[in-house]
């Protein structure tokens, strides 16, 4: 197959304190190569080995691409509604224990979860078992809610707000439901140890749900009082400033911000602004992108969202990544590096981290209306090359 690339090198950095932005004179610290995959509308994507060759390939939407040469293989087919292909996640996981991947997938003009079971070599067409069909879904994550170090349930944000909030086992080829809460919370959902009791509580966009002993059937407690925000994209647990307590970083999905949310003492959050100077960050990711030993934020712009209705949606697409910069005491600022902006590429609904090349730097794999790309990190040919 072959691919449109650009390198992309940025002679800008940006530095982030509160709202306030300048310029610093020096160019991005991670060089990115930039990919396209697929000119074709998606909102999904996911890395998987998914003909078990032990090599990372991508899927997005209909389709999945073979590395190393990325071979397009086309192996299903999703509904074409309003301007959007009907997937709004792809999640890989072995759902039936028979050592292939399978494809866990969310729509929301459906209402529908789903996962596609991985026929294996020989061609024969992947099977689509439903696991609920009465809600429109946002986004769904992989996350650890049994606790046992693998991120293999499925935990939902439904559209309904109607609809219980509730996470998903794999187990023996189907799905076990497990309700958390009667109603679900609007637009935004995340898991992780908010109190650092060594379980994963439940993030929502009025506060988070504490994790009993035993997640499958233990009352789970909600704690109000987070600073409750219209159109959450993934609530991600970290801490950010190093305090020992875990603090909260999150994108506005249609509109403004890049967000983080400090733990105090007392259990109340503070809001601090990372960037608000683009908005439809709708997927964002943590990862260590330049290797020295602190999680940064991946993070773009989505391309027509919600079709032009949004605040912003009309601006210029951009891809960045925002690197902490530890000040005095417990003081955080973040350099935001630009990896694409003003091109066709955006962000989609999902970001994905990984050795694409097996090179032994991040790369990245992005999906959206604009198309599907892969971003190669040159840093590793660079150092090679000196």
């Known amino acids: 197959m072959k691919l449109n690339t650009a390198t992309v090198t940025v002679p800008l950095l940006v530095l982030c304190a509160g709202a306030g932005l300048w310029a610093v004179s020096r160019p991005a610290d991670v060089p990115f190569e930039r990919h396209l995959l697929d000119e074709g509308a998606n909102e999904a994507c996911a890395v998987a080995d998914v003909n078990g060759d032990k090599r990372s390939d991508i899927v997005s939407g209909e389709n999945w691409y073979e590395a190393p040469s990325w071979t397009k293989h086309h192996f299903r087919d999703l509904p074409y509604s309003n301007n959007y292909i009907d997937d709004f996640s792809d999640l890989p996981l072995d759902v039936n224990n028979d050592g292939r991947i399978d494809i866990v997938s969310v729509s929301w ?11 294996g070599k020989g ?24 606790n046992d170090g693998k991120a293999r349930e499925v935990l939902p944000q439904f559209g309904d707000e109607k609809k219980p909030l509730a996470w998903y086992e794999a187990r023996d080829g189907a799905f076990v439901k497990h309700v958390v809460a009667p109603k679900s919370y609007g637009h935004g959902i995340g898991a992780g ?23 499958r059937s233990g009352d789970w407690k909600m704690h109000s009082g987070f600073p409750k925000g219209p ?6 647990v970290l801490d950010v400033n190093a305090d020992g307590r875990n603090d909260i970083v999150v994108s506005q999905a249609h509109d403004y911000g890049i967000l983080w949310f400090e733990q105090g003492a007392d259990g109340a959050w503070n809001k601090h602004i990372i960037d608000d100077s683009w908005s439809q960050g709708h997927a964002l990711t943590i990862a260590d992108l330049n290797a020295d030993g602190r999680p940064d934020i991946l993070t773009g712009k989505r391309y ?50 990984a050795d694409l090349d097996a090179d032994g730097d991040p790369d990245f794999v992005v999906g959206g209306k604009s198309g599907v790309f892969w971003f190669e990190n040159l840093t590793k040919k660079a150092t090679r090359s000196k």
């Open 193 to 215: 140890d908010v109190n650092k009791d060594g379980r994963a509580d439940i993030l929502t966009p009025e506060g988070w749900l504490e994790a009993p002993a035993d997640s």
């Open 304 to 353: 027509m969202a919600h079709n032009g209705r949004d605040p912003g949606e009309r601006e210029p697409l951009g891809i960045y990544w925002y690197e902490q910069i530890p000040g005095a005491g417990n003081k955080i600022e973040w350099a935001r590096h630009v990896i694409e902006y003003g091109g066709r590429a955006g962000a989609g609904m999902q970001i994905n981290v």
């Open 231 to 236: 159109h959450y994209g993934f609530l991600h």
């Open 109 to 119: 003009f459906s209402k529908k979860i789903a996962w596609w079971e991985n026929p």
């Open 123 to 146: 061609g024969a067409a992947w099977k689509e078992h439903a696991v609920e069909t009465d809600s429109p879904v946002e986004f769904a994550f992989l996350v650890d809610l049994d």
